[in-house]
């Protein structure tokens, strides 16, 4: 296979001036069964709705019950479909996920990988639906980082690169969502439920990353700002992505360089690859489950999600 060029500061606008070669990836699709009016309207009352719950919610001394499972929620992004065809205005996550009881979840990935798609849809989706509130969960990426430029170089090419960012930038977003898109502040981050949801989304149509209408889709059925995200991964400034909430602007190639560079520190080259509590769980390459753990029966489910509560519980 011939070696793709590296994704590095030449990136424009993804959505609006895309390189050249990756320009056919933004072709609309002849099935769009939805006009592009009717969804940003659509966005715009969800959005609104949102941030009334939000508020609502932490202003009182009640919690307010999700509309849809956290079940639904995740399948949605496989399925392409949302709960009742509504954008869902309750988090059955919390805000962050970072907790110091909770149990160390990780999945490394490519974000054009098939194995990625069946690691995250046949595992972690279904593991997360059941033991969410008990684990912090990392999305984490898998490329080839220069130690001198800021250069990102992706297995599957510039299209994958873009589709990481995507995926990061959308954990990594200010929730509720902030109009002031140069400043992160003191904002939570998107809650696990609607950045998992999407991500699964969008690798539920891998081939098509990153095309416009499959992220503006995935984002819209998962309550992610679409000109956010855009702003986001087309941001060239590679600031330091440790400074969550400082001023400097959301950068995707930051965070893919972080996250990569993660990924190459713990020795991490397989897509997929799950860890539980720091080690190493099980392995999905070339459509079969390998090197997994409690006697080659980690792939199962119902066997992470009782290793999760057997570790929860030591901890709590």
């Known amino acids: ?142 490329a080839s980082v220069s130690e001198k430029t800021s250069e990102v170089d992706c297995k599957h090419g510039p299209a994958e690169c873009i589709g990481n960012m995507l995926m990061l930038c959308a954990a990594n977003l200010p929730f509720p969502p902030n109009d002031n898109l140069e400043s992160s502040l003191t904002l939570g981050r ?45 941001q060239q400034d590679d600031q330091d992505p440790s400074d969550k909430f400082g001023d400097a602007p959301l950068s995707g190639i930051a965070l893919l360089r972080e996250s990569a560079q993660r990924s190459a520190q713990l020795g991490v080259t397989t897509s997929c690859t799950v860890r539980v509590n720091d080690s190493i769980w099980c392995i999905r390459d070339g459509g079969v489950w390998k090197d997994c753990a409690k006697d080659g029966e980690a792939s199962n489910v119902s066997v992470l999600v009782d290793e999760v509560e057997r570790l929860y519980k030591e901890r709590n």
Request: glycine share 4%.
């Open 190 to 234: 998107t809650p696990t439920i609607r950045w998992l949801g999407f991500s699964n989304c969008l690798i539920g149509s891998y081939e098509e990353i990153p095309k416009r209408d499959l992220v503006e889709d995935c984002a819209l059925e998962h309550g992610i700002d679409f000109d956010a995200l855009n702003h986001c991964a087309s």
């Open 1 to 142: 296979m011939e070696k793709s060029a590296p994704l590095g500061r030449s990136q424009n606008d993804l959505f609006r001036t895309a390189a050249p070669s990756t320009s056919a990836s933004f072709r609309t699709r002849r099935d769009h069964t939805i006009s592009r009016i009717f969804r940003r309207a659509l966005t715009a009352v969800c959005f609104g709705l949102v941030i009334y719950i939000f508020v609502d919610r932490f202003s009182s001394s009640h919690t307010h019950a999700p509309t849809s499972s956290p079940k639904e929620e995740l399948q949605a992004g496989a399925s392409g479909k949302r709960p009742n065809g509504n954008l869902d205005t309750g988090d059955a996550f919390p805000l962050s996920s970072a907790s110091s009881n909770r149990v160390p979840l990780e999945a490394h990935i490519m974000s054009k990988c098939p194995d990625a798609q069946d690691c995250l849809q046949q595992l972690i989706v279904p593991a997360m639906e059941r033991v969410n509130d008990k684990v912090d969960f990392i999305l984490s990426f898998i």
